[in-house]
């Protein structure tokens, strides 16, 4: 659990740089967000999928990825040292975390199996 908190706050500090419209003030503000994210991911996440499970069947799941901006906003209302610009920016700030968490947790997943 922790390694993937830590994937995921080297994550957020890169896309933090590359994304305009995301601040991240300090690499200690990137940490909380990756734990708020884990944390609202875990239960409000859930909570919304089944509430908009007709909306996402019709949108053959694309509305997932908003579910995703939402959570982002979420953390964002209520981290100092985080800030998103709005929910497009949301939306693909947590399309690029999760990409970039794919990448470097293919070699922790590698590390894991040796």
């Not at 390694?3 to 003030?25: D, E, F, K, M, Q």
């Not at 981290?79 to 293919?106: E, M, W």
Request: glycine share 8%.
């Amino acid at each position: 659990m922790l390694t993937r908190i830590i994937i995921s706050t080297i994550s957020i500090i890169i896309v933090g740089y590359i994304l305009p419209g995301v601040v991240i003030s300090t690499p200690f503000a990137a940490f909380v967000v990756a734990v708020v994210l884990a944390l609202l991911n875990s239960i409000v996440r859930p909570i919304l999928i089944i509430l908009t499970f007709p909306v996402t069947i019709v949108t053959l799941g694309l509305f997932l990825l908003v579910i995703n901006g939402i959570m982002v906003l979420i953390a964002n209302h209520f981290i100092r040292g985080f800030s998103v610009s709005g929910l497009f920016t949301a939306i693909i700030f947590s399309i690029l975390v999760s990409l970039i968490n794919g990448i470097l947790g293919i070699n922790s997943y590698k590390e894991k199996r040796k």
